[in-house]
């Protein structure tokens, strides 16, 4: 049963999918998330792939300062990521507003809405830091998932 | 059933080789796009680690009648491909009966009809659209590789596999296999051929809703068909008998060379429209699919 476990916590670490959620960002952390995927960051030896699906993610990939057309979606796009899950904020604007900060059209911070993981920030982030940043909440989301099985089955 | 068939639906090239042997050719197709595209690539263990993570996914309970069909559809795929690898003629002894050539056709058939249904069974617009894409590149790819199949059988006079395997100077059959081979990207929904999973379209078409293990199983079909179609024409061009341990190590090198040359296409090809897909079966492989089986009915009428 042990290694069961062992395995499975191995493979979540091994095999992060991400969704990526732009929530009204400049495209600047988009474009830097991007650059992971390319030849010089190479993200997929570490496993890590972009994901069509929120159904088929496990880390939600947020950018931007939530802006009110958006809170929804977010809302809506976390709840349809499946347990156990992870949420990575990428950039300064989910986590403080950045420079958005006091505009009435902004609902952000993010973590006002939804649980947040790990904070990448920057204005943009370099990619080694999202690379980290994504790494980091692998492992999070693998100790949680083994946390969550230790106890039963969430309440949600 | 006898002894020799199980060990084919079990052993080989069956269950207990077919589910390796299927993670190692998706690795190989992710390994080769990454090395076209000067990247290193994932490690060898990812696909296992991707199954695995995602048998350990807490999925939305859904009742009633779709989800016991959404669940169905994957399984039966799987099924159904591991049944078609059972039927493949690797070893000459065995199970083949007359007409079992069909049989395979019909079984590596159900896997893209469950994609399709999956799709309208879903209820999300994209798994529609992407439903009907592979409805109609079904219809498209399925002329041609149902004349190269026949084309292949006129050949050898016979529609049972054991006897269609392994080559021969008639060059009807080598056009048969070239049919077969043209067929391949479009079942396995692979570039430039891939409009019913296009992700920067349709997210991920009829598979949008899956997630857990279902999906898991949807990517375990995915790498079941590599094998069972790789595997196909690998067991047409093999010579048969020998060492089995040779042969079946030929197999398996034989069927990793088209999925590296497959995937090398794939990634070096960008994504064909509908019709452009629609075109290219049913007029280019079509033309050649036609001059392949009048040549191998002709060469017969003659000999």
């Known amino acids: 049963m042990n290694i069961l476990k062992k395995l499975m916590h ?55 300062p939530v802006t009110r057309a958006t809170l929804e979606a977010v809302k809506t796009v976390y709840a349809q990521v499946c347990e156990p899950k992870a949420v990575v904020a990428l ?32 204005c943009p982030p370099h990619p080694d830091a999202i690379i980290n940043g994504i790494a980091r909440a692998a492992q999070i989301l693998a100790e949680r998932g083994v946390r969550e099985e230790a106890k039963g089955e969430p309440q949600k | 059933m006898n002894l020799s068939g199980l060990i084919h639906l079990f052993v080989f090239p069956g269950l207990l080789f077919a589910v390796p042997a299927a993670w190692f050719f998706v690795w190989g197709e992710h390994k080769a796009a990454a090395r076209m595209q000067r990247r290193i690539g994932p490690p060898l263990l990812q696909p296992f680690y991707d199954f695995v993570k995602l048998l350990g996914k807490r999925t939305p309970s859904r009742r009633g009648i779709e989800a016991d069909l959404l669940r169905l559809y994957p399984a039966l795929s799987v099924l159904s491909l591991l049944g078609a690898l059972a039927l493949l003629p690797v070893f000459p002894a065995g199970v083949s009966f007359s007409g079992d050539s069909i049989l395979l056709v019909a079984l590596l058939e159900l896997p893209s009809i469950c994609f399709i249904l999956a799709g309208f069974t879903s209820g999300s617009i994209y798994g529609e659209i992407g439903a009907i894409r592979e409805a109609v590149l079904s219809v498209a790819n399925n ?112 069927s990793f060379v088209q999925v590296l040359l497959l995937s090398a296409i794939a990634a070096g090809t960008a994504r064909f429209t509908l019709d452009r897909s629609i075109r290219f079966y049913w007029r280019w492989a079509a033309i050649l699919a036609i001059l392949a089986i009048s040549s191998a009915i002709y060469m017969g009428y003659r000999s």
């Open chain 2, 143 to 254: 002329l041609v590789f149902l004349l190269a199949i026949v084309t292949v059988a006129v050949t050898r006079q016979t529609f049972r596999l054991a006897d269609l395997a392994g080559p021969t100077t008639n060059p009807g059959h080598w056009l048969g296999v070239l049919g077969i081979l043209l067929c391949i990207p479009a079942k396995l929904r692979l570039n430039p051929f891939s409009t019913s999973s296009a992700e920067q379209e349709i997210y991920s078409g009829p598979l949008t809703e899956y997630a857990g293990a279902a999906l898991g199983m949807w990517k375990l079909a995915h790498g079941l068909e590599w094998v069972a179609l790789t595997g196909l024409v690998a067991s047409l061009v093999l010579p048969a008998g020998g060492e089995w341990v040779l042969h079946a190590l030929l197999f398996v090198a034989v």
């Open chain 1, 91 to 122: 950039g300064s604007c989910p986590a403080s507003c950045n420079v958005f900060a006091g505009s009435p059209v902004i609902e952000g911070p993010l973590s006002k809405h939804i649980p947040v993981d790990v904070y990448v920030p920057g």
């Open chain 1, 10 to 64: 191995k493979s979540r670490c091994k095999s992060p999918s991400l969704f990526h959620l732009n929530t009204g960002s400049c495209n600047g952390c988009d474009i830097e998330l991007v650059t992971c995927l390319s030849p010089r960051y190479d993200v997929e030896q570490l496993g890590i792939h972009l994901e069509g699906s929120p159904r088929h993610a496990d880390i939600l990939c947020v950018t931007g």
